[in-house]
């Protein structure tokens, strides 16, 4: 997956284009946001590292998307020893799903019947496909999970699905042990989400004048997913 520097902005794209960027970037990372939410109050289990939020948030009281906002900051305070360059996309990612996970948590209530909560968790997992696929389709650059994973691997040559499951299963750990809510969400979030964002980030990726003119081959600029990884929110 291509990184994108804070020079993104620096682009040969037509006016529409980057406008189209623009719009799916902040639409990707609000449903983000909404996607976490609607797994949350599924309350069958959330990914890994909402496992992890919902664990700091019990012992500490702090809201989910303020904590989300936290974990994303020192997430990227670790990519300084790995060099690894944050694009714009990162930074909104760190400020906007967040907050989004917490409207969505303010719009759908708890205790919902088992089918409601059924089709809460299914239609997040979902949501969340389709939202990576924008934000990543967008060219801004990785989530701060996403860019510690690809980091990693490229400092280190380990395998990146090691890494990522090496990470996933640590945090994962650690928000079990501080409350955080694993079920048979989780699994199903580990399942399909690879498949999903598979499908997703091609279908919504842009086609890049400059990219194009680079590679001397049009409309080629579509990032191919690595397989089993998904872009975090976060």
Request: glycine share 14%; with cysteine.
């Given at each position: ?18 406008a189209r ?111 990576t696929g ?101």
């Open positions: 997956m291509p990184h994108r520097t804070l020079s993104s902005f620096r682009t040969a794209d037509p006016a529409p284009v980057f960027r623009i719009v799916q970037l902040f639409a990707g990372l609000f449903l983000y946001g909404i996607g976490i939410a609607l797994i949350v109050r599924g309350e069958l289990g959330v990914a890994p590292w909402d496992v992890l939020t919902q664990g700091i948030a019990k012992q500490t009281g702090l809201g989910f998307g303020l904590i989300t906002i936290l974990t994303s900051a020192v997430v990227l305070l670790l990519w300084i020893p790995i060099r690894q360059k944050p694009g714009f996309g990162t930074i909104m990612n760190a400020l906007i799903v967040g907050p989004a996970a917490d409207v969505g948590l303010w719009l759908i209530p708890t205790g919902l019947d088992l089918w409601l909560r059924i089709v809460l968790l299914a239609s997040g997992i979902l949501v969340l496909a389709a939202a924008l934000y990543i389709g967008a060219h801004f650059g990785p989530g701060p999970r996403d860019g510690l994973m690809t980091g990693l691997h490229r400092r280190t040559g380990v395998r990146i699905w090691i890494v990522r499951t090496g990470i996933e299963l640590t945090v994962l750990a650690a928000g079990w042990l501080l409350g955080g809510n694993v079920g048979i969400g989780t699994v199903a979030f580990a399942v399909l989400i690879g498949p999903l964002c598979g499908y997703a980030i091609p279908l919504f990726a842009v086609r890049r004048a400059d990219a194009a003119a680079r590679r001397g081959a049009p409309n080629r600029d579509v990032p191919r997913p690595i397989t089993g990884v998904t872009p975090a929110q976060a």
